[in-house]
């Protein structure tokens, strides 16, 4: 069977999460897409904690192994923050590496480029993880794109945060224990500023904007609010009103301009993301066709997080395969 050599940037909780699932799954991969695939090497920012870390392959903290390693045919990329997870993705495209992401800081800053490059550079970019987890709203959105227009976007799109709002109402406590519980599930990021101030909502929001209407508003023009400032006792309060405080990401066109906001809302029963608790992300998509559409699932943690990423594997291995068949038949045809 053919093997495919991948590398994976990160061993943190995403990292680890594709590394695992890839060895649980090995088998059904091999018989769904026909192909064994190998993780040869990966790349840390500190190689000592890994030292103990399972399996047989090359741990590095230097990416130009990477790059020069032509049997590398996919880069798995989930590191933090814009730099240098841009500059390596890059150099991937340029080295005819397919590409996937679970970045959305890097990737609401430099998608665009990145997949103009892989134009150029006849190869591919997956970013369904870069938004609500293990959703595939990325796949939904471009599946809508060909006869529908998608009018708004009202959406639940961090799990740290709804999980902090979700625990504090339910079991009473403040803030800061949610928090610490949402770290310790891996569902918040190291440093947590962008969960709970609302960047992180906001990037899956300009990636989901880029996406709908090929382009992001001005960021300055974005109202955002974190949840890090609501009480226990407010949530309390909307609660005896029969109400919800939900962290809301909405976009919508008005006036040919976009209109984004990211901020705590106090929702009735009757509203389609009341029941959107915990981790879970939720996404209701106005379109004018097909009418209201709406997706929940897990929106943060380690595997949810794997499976949009190997869903995008396979995609582009699916459609590495179609390709030559395709390039294989036409050759037949030539001939015939
Ligand atoms: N956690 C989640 O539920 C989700 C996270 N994401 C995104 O996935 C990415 C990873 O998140 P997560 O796994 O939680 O983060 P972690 O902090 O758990 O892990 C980050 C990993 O990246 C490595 N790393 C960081 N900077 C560098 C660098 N400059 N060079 C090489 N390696 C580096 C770290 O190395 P070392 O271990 O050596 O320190 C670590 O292994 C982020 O962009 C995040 O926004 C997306 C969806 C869900
Ligand atoms: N920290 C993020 C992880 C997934 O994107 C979140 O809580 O949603």
Redesign the pocket.
């Known amino acids: 069977m053919e093997k495919i050599q991948v590398a994976l ?9 594709v590394y695992r699932t890839l060895q649980k799954l090995n088998k059904r991969i091999e018989e769904k897409l026909g192909v064994s695939i190998e993780v040869t090497t990966i ?5 000592e ?2 030292r103990n870390f399972e399996g047989n392959h090359l741990i590095t ?1 230097d ?1 130009q192994h990477i790059l020069d390693n032509p049997e590398i045919k996919l880069v798995l990329e ?4 814009v730099e ?2 841009y500059s390596y993705l890059a150099k991937s495209i340029k080295a005819k590496k397919h590409v996937i992401t ?5 990737f609401a800053h430099h998608g665009k480029e990145l997949l103009a490059l892989a134009e150029d550079y006849h190869v591919q970019v997956g970013f369904e ?2 938004t609500a ?1 293990g959703i595939p709203i990325i796949q939904t959105i471009r599946k809508l794109l060909h006869v529908n227009q998608i009018r708004q976007v009202t959406a639940i799109l961090n ?1 740290t945060s709804n999980y902090i709002l979700t625990e504090m109402r339910e079991k009473k406590i403040p803030f800061k224990q949610a928090l610490y519980q949402a770290q310790q599930l ?5 440093d947590p500023t ?1 969960d709970i101030e609302g960047f ?1 909502a906001f990037f899956k929001l300009m990636i989901l904007s880029e996406l709908i209407f090929h382009e992001q508003p001005a960021w300055s023009n974005v109202d955002r609010i974190g949840i890090k400032d609501i009480t226990l006792r407010e949530l309390l309060e909307q609660q005896e009103c029969g109400k919800r405080i939900k962290h809301l990401a909405s976009l919508q066109l008005i006036d040919e301009q976009i209109r984004a906001s990211i901020i705590p809302v106090s929702i009735p029963a009757t509203h389609p993301l009341y029941s959107i608790e915990g981790v879970d992300n939720g996404i209701v998509l106005e379109t004018d066709l097909v009418g209201r559409i709406i997706l929940a699932g897990p929106g ?3 595997f ?2 794997a499976s ?1 990423m190997l869903e995008d594997l396979a995609i582009i291995l699916r459609s590495l395969h179609q390709s030559t068949i395709t390039v294989s038949q036409e050759l037949i045809n030539s001939t015939t």
């Open positions: 940037l990160g061993l943190g909780t995403v990292g680890k999460g790349l840390v920012k500190h190689p904690k890994h903290t990416f989930a590191i933090v923050g240098p997870a679970a970045n959305k800081a890097m993880a870069t987890g799990g891996g569902y918040a990021e190291l962008n992180d943060a943690g380690a949810p997080t949009a």
